[in-house]
């Protein structure tokens, strides 16, 4: 388990990483859909509550690849290494614009998918009718048994989803 030294260290290097990015705070988070305070928070090496980080979030994912950081470099660096980068002919190529909220987009690229639903919720007969899309998503780094474990959970609330009008379509591969 990593200390609060660990923490600091990850966190001094999101800033440093930031800073020659050329990058404030308030545009880091405007990038990833965030406000400033988890963006602080993270450099902090802290939580907003004061309480020491216990895992990389989603967050700390997305801000690492913001600032040219490879897979996988917040656990190098909380492991005492430094983060290794990712190509810059990556960075300059732009992702596709999904046209969703930005905090959607990256939680939707962030993590495995595990399963989705497609609820349509009015107008049968037309093709743009009214719907709930669900996708359910496991956290980087999860075991096999948390992956069973909140699918179980997943099962069970996927029945609640399915007695609503119009029912879920089948389940697609992906």
Do not use: C
Not at 93 to 102: I, K, R, T, V
């Amino acid at each position: 388990m990593e200390s609060e030294r660990d923490w600091e260290r990850l966190g001094n290097a999101y800033a440093e990483a930031r800073k020659l990015a050329d990058l404030t705070q308030v545009e880091v988070a405007e990038r990833l859909g965030v406000s400033r305070t988890p963006i602080q928070a993270i450099e902090r090496g802290k939580q907003s509550n004061g309480r020491p980080f216990t895992k990389v979030s989603s967050t700390m994912r997305a801000y690492a690849r913001l600032v040219g950081w490879a897979e996988g470099s917040p656990e190098q660096i909380l492991s005492g290494g430094d983060p290794d980068y990712t190509p810059q002919e990556a960075l300059s190529q732009p992702s596709e614009p999904s046209g969703l909220p930005s905090a959607v987009d990256r939680e939707l690229r962030s993590g495995k998918t595990l399963d989705h639903a497609v609820v349509h919720l009015g107008g049968a007969d037309d093709e743009d009718d009214f719907r709930l899309v669900v996708v359910v998503k496991g956290a980087e780094g999860m075991t096999e048994e948390e992956i069973d474990r909140r699918f179980e959970q997943w099962r069970r609330m996927r029945r609640t989803i399915q007695a609503l009008p119009g029912g879920p379509d089948a389940p697609q591969d992906s």
